[in-house]
C-alpha cells in the first residue's frame, strides 16, 4: 500500500487533541494541549508538533479533518465535520459493538447511540455548565484541590453528601458551606460526583439499548466520575486508554473514509488550499 | 401601642423593619455575612435603636427570606412569596402582579387586591436567572452593582451571551474584555440576558399589569429598562429591598387566625 496519512483535528473548548494515523490506521503522533485564547495560533502550533513526531512533511498528508467546538478556526482542515459524527467513528473503532456513548467535556454533555459504528441519536446539553468539566474545575479550585486529584479522594469517601444544587454557582457555595459546617472533602467529591453521574444518567436514559456504556472526554478520566456513573446506570462503564482523543481518531478515519472514496472512484482529492505556514490568519 | 418587626434575611444583605399601624417606623439593611442566626440579632437590636423602643415593645416578629431557617425569636416563619405581596399591596393597592430579583433567585407572583398570591412562578436553580448573573459580570468588569446599570444604558452594540448560563457568561465576559469590548456593551447584554430570563418566568404565569418590580433588581435601572424593551412598565417602590421585610411586618400586624 502506498504511504497515505490521516489527521484528525479536535478543538474543544478547554484542550486541542491532534492525531496523525497512517493508512493502517495506526496512531503515529498524539499531542493534547490547552486550547486556550487563541485557538487559531494553537490549532498550527499543535499540528506542527503532530507533524514532528510522526516525522512527516505537512504536504505528506493527505486529508485533515477538524471537529469539536472551533472546528471552523482551523484553516488548514480539508474538512470540518461535528464532534458527534466524529466521536461516533471514534469510539467505535475502539469497542466495534458500543450502543451507548457519554462523553463528557470542557463545556458539554454529551449522550451517543450509536449502532454498528453509526449515530442513530443524541443528548446534548451545552447551554448549562453543570456537571460538566468546567463544574469540575470551580469546584477542585473551591475545595483547593488539583483537577486531577478528585477522583481518588472522593473513592475515599464513606459518607458521601447529597448535594442539592444543580447550578454551577450554587453547587459552589452549597460546598463551601459543607466545608464550613465540617464535612470532609472526601465526603463532598464524592457527593459532587454522585450529582453528576445522576444528571448523566437521566440525560441518556432514553438512548439506552444495551448493556454497557462507553465513557469519554476529560472527565472521563476522573475515576470518581465513572465509579458513580456505574453506581446510577447499574452497569460497566468502559472508560479507553486516552479518552481524550476519540473525536481526533473520528476525524482522522472519516478522512481516511474519504480519500479512499475518492481513489476508488478516480476522482482528484477534493483539497481546498491548504498551506500550514500561511494559516496565521489574524485579520 | 403596638409595634411589630419584619425581618427578611436575603442571600447577600438582610432587611428589617419596624412598623405600626402598617406605616415603616424604622429600618435598616446589612451584609447577612455567614452567620443568618446573627445578622437577624444585629438587624433586631440595631431596628429597636432606631426606633428607641425595647424588645418588650414588640408584639410579634416575623422572618422570612433564604436564610430564615433557626431565627429563635422569629414568632412566624414566612414565605418570601407571601412577604413581597403583602409589601408591594401596600405600597401600590393597584397592582396585579410583582416581579421579585433576588441574589439568589427571581419570583413572579400574581396578586389579588388584598395582597394575596393567586398565581407564581419562581426561578431559584439556576444562578443565571438571578441577580447573581450581575454580580459574577460586574465581579469580571471590577465594577460595582450599583454602576453597573447606569453604564448599561449607554452601550449602543450589547454584547449577546450565546447561553444564560453565569458560568459560560463570565467566561464569555471575559474573552469579550480581552478583545477590546467596551464595558457598557457587555453590561448591555448582560442586563438583557437576565430580563430575558425574567421574562420567561412572567410568561409563566401571565403577565398582569399594574406590575411592580421589588428585591434588589429594583435597585437597577438597566434591567428595568430591559424589561420596559420587553414590553413588561414597571412600578417602582422607592425602597425595592424592604417590600418583603415590610410585608412580614404587615403579616405580624394581621391577627392570628
Redesign the interface.
Same mark, same amino acid.
Given at each position: 500500500m502506498v504511504h497515505i496519512y490521516f489527521s484528525g483535528i479536535d478543538l474543544g473548548s478547554t484542550m486541542t487533541k491532534v492525531v496523525i494515523l497512517d493508512g493502517d490506521e495506526k496512531i503515529l503522533a498524539s499531542v493534547i494541549n490547552h486550547t486556550g %485564547?487563541e485557538h487559531r495560533r494553537l490549532a498550527n502550533k499543535v499540528m506542527e508538533e503532530a507533524l514532528e513526531q510522526a516525522g512527516l512533511p505537512f504536504d505528506q498528508i493527505s486529508y485533515v479533518v477538524a471537529t469539536g467546538y472551533g472546528r471552523i478556526t482551523v484553516p488548514f482542515a480539508d474538512r470540518q465535520i461535528t464532534e458527534l459524527t466524529c466521536h461516533a467513528r471514534g469510539v467505535s473503532s475502539f469497542f466495534p459493538d458500543v450502543t451507548l456513548a457519554i462523553d463528557i467535556g470542557g463545556?458539554d454533555v454529551k449522550g451517543l447511540k450509536i449502532k454498528d459504528g453509526k449515530l442513530l441519536d443524541f443528548t446534548i446539553s451545552?447551554? !448549562? %455548565?453543570a456537571g460538566t468539566g468546567? /463544574?469540575l474545575e470551580?469546584i477542585a479550585d473551591a475545595l483547593g484541590l488539583k483537577l486531577e486529584d478528585l477522583g481518588d479522594i472522593s473513592l475515599k469517601s464513606s459518607n458521601k453528601v447529597s448535594i442539592s @444544587?444543580? !447550578?454551577?454557582? /450554587?453547587a459552589r457555595q452549597e460546598v463551601i458551606s459543607r466545608l @464550613?459546617e465540617g464535612t470532609t472533602v472526601e465526603d463532598i467529591m464524592a457527593g459532587i460526583h454522585d450529582a453528576i453521574a445522576s444528571r448523566v444518567a437521566r440525560m441518556v436514559e432514553r438512548l439506552r439499548t444495551g448493556p454497557d456504556v462507553l465513557f469519554t472526554g476529560g472527565v472521563a478520566k476522573n475515576i470518581g466520575v465513572v465509579k458513580a456513573l456505574e453506581a446510577n446506570l447499574g452497569c460497566e462503564v468502559f472508560v479507553p486508554e486516552e479518552p481524550l482523543l476519540s473525536g481526533a481518531i473520528g476525524a482522522a478515519l472519516l478522512g481516511k473514509e474519504i480519500t479512499l472514496k475518492a481513489l476508488a472512484s478516480g476522482e482528484p482529492i477534493q483539497k481546498e488550499e491548504r498551506r500550514l505556514d500561511e494559516a496565521t490568519f489574524f485579520k | 401601642m403596638a409595634w411589630f418587626i419584619g425581618i427578611d434575611i436575603g442571600s447577600g444583605t438582610s432587611k428589617g423593619v419596624i412598623t405600626r399601624d402598617g406605616e415603616i417606623e424604622a429600618y435598616h439593611l446589612l451584609a447577612s455575612g +455567614?452567620n443568618y442566626g446573627m445578622a437577624a440579632q444585629t438587624l433586631k437590636d440595631e431596628l429597636l435603636a432606631r426606633a428607641s423602643l425595647s424588645a418588650e415593645d414588640i408584639t410579634s416578629i416575623v422572618t422570612t427570606g433564604h436564610g430564615d431557617g433557626i431565627i429563635p425569636f422569629s414568632n412566624q416563619h414566612v414565605a418570601d412569596i407571601r412577604c413581597c405581596a403583602k409589601g408591594i399591596n401596600r405600597i401600590f393597592p393597584s397592582a396585579r402582579m410583582v416581579i421579585d430579583v433576588q441574589g439568589?433567585s427571581s419570583q413572579v407572583m400574581q396578586l389579588d387586591d388584598r395582597g394575596q398570591v393567586i398565581n407564581f412562578a419562581i426561578s431559584d &436553580?439556576?444562578?443565571?436567572g438571578s441577580g447573581?448573573f450581575l454580580e &459574577?459580570i460586574a465581579n469580571v468588569l471590577q465594577m460595582k452593582l450599583e454602576d453597573i446599570g447606569p453604564l448599561s444604558l449607554e452601550s449602543e452594540n450589547p454584547v449577546t451571551f450565546t447561553?444564560?448560563?453565569? +458560568?459560560?457568561g463570565e467566561s464569555e465576559a471575559i #474573552?469579550r474584555v #480581552?478583545e477590546g469590548i467596551p464595558k457598557e456593551d457587555i453590561l448591555a447584554g448582560v442586563h438583557r440576558a437576565l430580563a430575558g430570563s425574567v421574562f420567561a418566568l412572567v410568561n409563566k404565569v401571565g403577565l398582569k399589569e399594574p406590575c411592580a418590580i421589588s428585591g434588589g433588581g429594583g435597585l437597577n435601572i438597566g434591567l428595568i429598562k430591559r424589561l420596559n424593551e420587553l414590553g413588561i412598565q414597571l412600578l417602582v417602590p422607592p425602597q425595592p429591598q424592604l417590600i418583603n421585610a415590610l410585608g412580614a411586618a404587615i403579616i405580624a400586624e394581621e391577627p392570628v387566625v
Open positions: %485564547a463545556q451545552d447551554k !448549562c %455548565a468546567r /463544574f470551580i @444544587s444543580t !447550578c454551577t454557582v /450554587f @464550613s | +455567614v439568589q &436553580i439556576c444562578a443565571g447573581r &459574577i447561553t444564560g448560563c453565569a +458560568v459560560f #474573552s #480581552s
